[in-house]
DNA sequence: CACGAACGTAAGTCTTCACTTACCATGGCG
DNA sequence: CGCCATGGTAAGTGAAGACTTACGTTCGTG
């Protein structure tokens, strides 16, 4: 499953539409009709984007009779967690030492 | 430090450079000139960015004689990873729930 | 089999935005 | 005080992409 660049996520989530998908989504699984429904654009716009969004890994589909039921992917919404997690921990990091140097400076 | 929009956070990772800037200020502060020589693109570019990336709350900035010296905003990124966290968490929720009825059918 | 519902795709338009060059302001140094 | 380094901003350009309408396809139903 590590075809998916996260590239590709960050980019997904980078447009508004595609975010209120996803946080749609995260209520439950929906098709894209229901989806399209809720959101301020056509139903083609949404298959548009839910292509992107599936390219990305962050949602996966399946066709139940006439209907495409499309769902939250937790693995690309991991990985993306992941990723935000080294910058989060790194960030923290430097902060840390930032705040060492500076009373350092002003304890010295 | 909630006038920050969590949407504006999301559009400004949406930008491969823009990632890229963030992925080297997490590795610690950086002057303008210096971010801009470890990348594609010219000074004015990176000041740009910059500019975005401050107003969604993910760097601060401040002068240092001549220089200016950005760096990553522990805050910003982890609203971030907070509201990423409610999506992994829901879709994990779900997914669970789905197994549970697949189970129950295939048992049934 | 004909009809309607649900969906994906093609083609075209129009806005957004990332990038460039040119210019201006500020701070250290001879 | 001239000179260079650093960096923010203005203006213009080109490409990406989000959206629309139109069309083709598949599936269940009368």
Redesign the pocket.
């Known amino acids: 499953m590590d075809t998916y660049r996260a590239d590709d996520a960050w980019?997904a989530l980078?447009?508004r539409?595609r975010r209120l998908i996803v946080e749609r989504l995260a209520r439950g699984p929906a098709?894209?009709?229901e989806l399209a429904a809720g959101l301020p654009?056509?139903?083609?716009?949404v298959?548009?984007?839910?292509?992107?969004l599936k390219a990305a890994g962050l949602v996966t589909?399946h066709a139940e009779?006439?209907?495409?039921i499309y769902r939250l992917n937790p693995a690309g919404v991991g990985a993306l967690r992941d990723q935000l997690d080294t910058f989060w921990g790194r960030a923290l990091e430097n902060y840390k030492h930032t705040v060492e140097e500076v009373e350092e400076q002003e304890n010295g």
């Open positions: 980019e980078g447009d539409t098709a894209v009709g654009v056509s139903r083609p716009a298959s548009q984007h839910l292509k992107v589909d009779a006439n209907r495409r």
